[in-house]
C-alpha cells in the first residue's frame, strides 16, 4: 500500500470517527429532559449530573496525554469510541439514579479520551498533508450533530424510550468504527515517542490558545444552552420558532467548516480566525440588539460561520507551536474545551437573571473578541497551512510512521 493511499484511508476513518462522535453528543444533550424524567433527578440536581460530564471529561483528557507517551493516540481511540456508544446506551438503560450516575460517568471518561486521542490525529495527519484539513475533520462532528439531534427529535416525536432511540444508532455505528479503527494512522512510528512535556514555558507559549479555546465554547454553550429561552423570552417568538436557532447555527457550522479549509489554505490560518471572530462578534451584537425573532435568527446564523473555525484552528494551532510535543499540547489545550463548557452557561444564565439577557449576550461577545489579541499565535499570515514547515503546490505527502516532526 502506498504512503498517499495509507494517509487517505486514515483521514477518511478519523473523519467518520468525528462524524460518530458528533451523533453520540447530540443524542445525549438533546435527549436530557427525557433523561431527567426517567430518572427522577429534580431541577436542583441536574446541573451536578451535566458538570460532572465536563470535568471527568477534563480528567480523562489529562490522563491521555500520559497514556499516549506509553501507546499509541490511534490505540486510545480505537477503545475510547465504543466505551463512548456503549456508555450512551447504558443511559437509556438503568431504572435508578445510581444507573445513569455511573452511566454519565463512563461517559465523561471516555468521551475526554476520544476528544484529545481524535485531535491528536488530526494534527498529526494535517502534518503529513502538509495543508488545513483539520475544519473537515470537525465539519463531519458538525454533520454526525444535526443527524444525531434529528433522531433524537424523531424519538421525542414518536415517543420511543431512551433505550430505543439510541439501541440504532449504538448499533451501527460500534462495528463500523472498531472496523475503520485499523486504518488509523498515527504521526510517530512503532518504538518512537514524542518529546515529554512542553518544555521551559511552553505551557506559557500555550496558555493564549487555552483562553481562545474557553472563550470559543463559550460561545458556543451560550447558542446551545440559550438560543430558544432567548427568542421565546426576549424576542417574544413562538415555541416552534425558538427551536429553529440552533439548528440554523448547526448548518452554518457544517457550512463554514466543509469550505474553511480552503479559506486557510488561500488566505492562511491567523487571517481565516481573525475574521472568524469578528463575524461572531457582530452576530452577538446583532442578537443583543434585535428587534424581533428574524433578526435574532440572522444573530445566531452569524455566528455559526465565525465560531465553527476557532476550535479547529486552535487545535491545529497547537501541533504547530509544539511539533515534537503536539499530543501533550493538544490533550492540555482540549481540557479547556469543557472549562469553556461549564463557563458558558451558567455566566450567561447569570447576567441574564440579574441584569438582562440582552447585556448578557454581550459579555461572550467580549470574551470571544480576546481571540484578536492572540491571532499570532496561530502562524504569520503567509501561513497557509497551519504547520511549520509549508508545502509547495503539488507536493506529495510522505510517510507519517517516520516521526512526528517529518513533514
Known amino acids: 500500500m502506498t504512503d498517499d493511499v495509507r494517509l487517505r484511508r486514515g483521514r477518511g476513518a478519523l473523519g467518520f470517527s468525528f462524524f460518530a462522535q458528533g451523533v453520540a453528543f447530540a443524542l445525549l ?28 471529561a ?87 450533530g444535526i443527524l444525531g439531534a434529528s433522531a433524537a427529535w424523531a424519538g421525542a416525536h414518536w415517543h420511543l424510550s431512551l433505550f430505543t432511540g439510541y439501541l440504532p444508532a449504538v448499533a451501527v455505528l460500534v462495528p463500523l468504527v472498531l472496523l475503520l479503527s485499523r486504518r488509523y494512522v498515527d504521526g510517530t512510528g512503532a518504538g518512537e515517542v514524542q518529546e515529554k512535556g512542553l518544555g521551559s514555558g511552553g505551557f506559557k507559549l500555550l496558555l493564549p490558545l487555552c483562553l481562545v479555546m474557553a472563550c470559543a465554547y463559550i460561545g458556543d454553550s451560550t447558542v446551545a444552552n440559550w438560543s430558544a429561552k432567548y427568542l421565546q423570552d426576549v424576542l417574544g417568538s413562538s415555541e416552534q420558532t425558538a427551536t429553529v436557532p440552533y439548528n440554523v447555527y448547526m448548518v452554518t457550522t457544517l457550512i463554514g467548516r466543509a469550505v474553511g479549509d480552503l479559506g486557510v489554505r488561500r488566505f492562511g490560518a491567523a487571517a481565516v480566525v481573525r475574521g472568524g471572530t469578528l463575524v461572531a462578534a457582530a ?42 510535543s503536539s499530543d501533550t499540547a493538544i490533550a492540555r489545550l482540549n481540557i479547556f474545551n469543557y472549562v469553556g463548557f461549564l463557563i458558558g452557561s451558567p455566566l450567561v444564565g447569570g447576567i441574564g437573571d440579574a441584569w438582562s439577557y440582552r447585556g448578557a449576550m454581550l459579555v461572550p461577545m467580549a470574551l470571544v473578541l480576546v481571540t484578536l489579541f492572540h491571532a499570532r499565535s496561530f502562524g504569520s499570515d503567509g501561513a497557509r497551512y497551519g504547520v511549520r514547515h509549508e508545502r509547495r503546490a503539488g507536493d506529495r505527502a510522505v510517510d507519517v510512521g517516520r516521526g512526528g516532526n517529518e513533514v
Open 283 to 324: 452576530g452577538f451584537a446583532v442578537v443583543a440588539a434585535a428587534p424581533g425573532a428574524w433578526v435574532g435568527m440572522l444573530g445566531f446564523t452569524l455566528l455559526g460561520i465565525g465560531l465553527c473555525v476557532i476550535v479547529p484552528q486552535t487545535f491545529a494551532a497547537a501541533g504547530r507551536l509544539f511539533p515534537g
Open 58 to 144: 477534563g480528567v480523562a483528557s489529562v490522563a491521555t496525554e500520559h497514556l499516549v507517551k506509553r501507546v499509541a493516540p490511534s490505540v486510545v481511540l480505537r477503545w475510547a469510541q465504543p466505551l463512548v456508544l456503549l456508555s450512551l446506551l447504558a443511559v437509556g438503560t438503568g431504572s435508578q439514579m445510581w444507573h445513569v450516575a455511573v452511566a454519565l460517568g463512563a461517559f465523561g471518561l471516555s468521551v475526554g479520551a476520544l476528544d484529545a486521542s481524535m485531535n491528536m490525529l488530526g494534527v498529526s495527519l494535517q502534518r503529513a498533508y502538509g495543508r488545513s484539513i483539520m475544519l473537515g475533520f470537525h465539519a463531519a462532528y458538525s454533520l454526525g
Open 29 to 56: 444533550v438533546t435527549r436530557i429532559p427525557a433523561i431527567q424524567d426517567r430518572y427522577g433527578i429534580s431541577d436542583g440536581l441536574l446541573p451536578a449530573f451535566l458538570a460532572a460530564v465536563p470535568i471527568l
